[in-house]
């Protein structure tokens, strides 16, 4: 069974670069296998350096707007990150073994 059948919130497993809010995908690829069992999961972009450079600035931008937010603020976003990373512990979990070729419970745990 592939990976993508596994999860029950298909949505989870990206294959394109998150840059500057948005999702963008490249002209190259590369394979992700699976470790443990030696077979490809799959495709995913290979960010060239163009992309790679969009991301760092991107990053730098979105470190100014993220000094200026109050500490109260920080704080209920990355509980509000940590909430859906333990809604979506299982399949997340699944990535990473599949990924990673790790035992699922320790997986599981590194989420949480």
Known sequence: MALLERLQDKGLLKTDSYI???????????SVY?????????????????????????ARDALD??????????????LRWY?????????LATILTWEQGKPLAEAAQEIA
């Open 20 to 30: 500057g809010g948005k999702w963008q995908s490249s002209t190259k690829t590369f």
């Open 34 to 58: 699976n470790p443990a069992a030696t077979h490809q999961i799959v495709e995913v972009s290979d960010a060239e350096s163009t992309l790679a450079i969009q991301a760092i600035l991107s």
């Open 65 to 78: 707007g993220w000094k200026q937010t109050s500490a109260t603020a920080r704080a209920k976003a990355l």
């Open 83 to 91: 909430a859906l990373m333990i809604e979506a512990q299982s399949d």
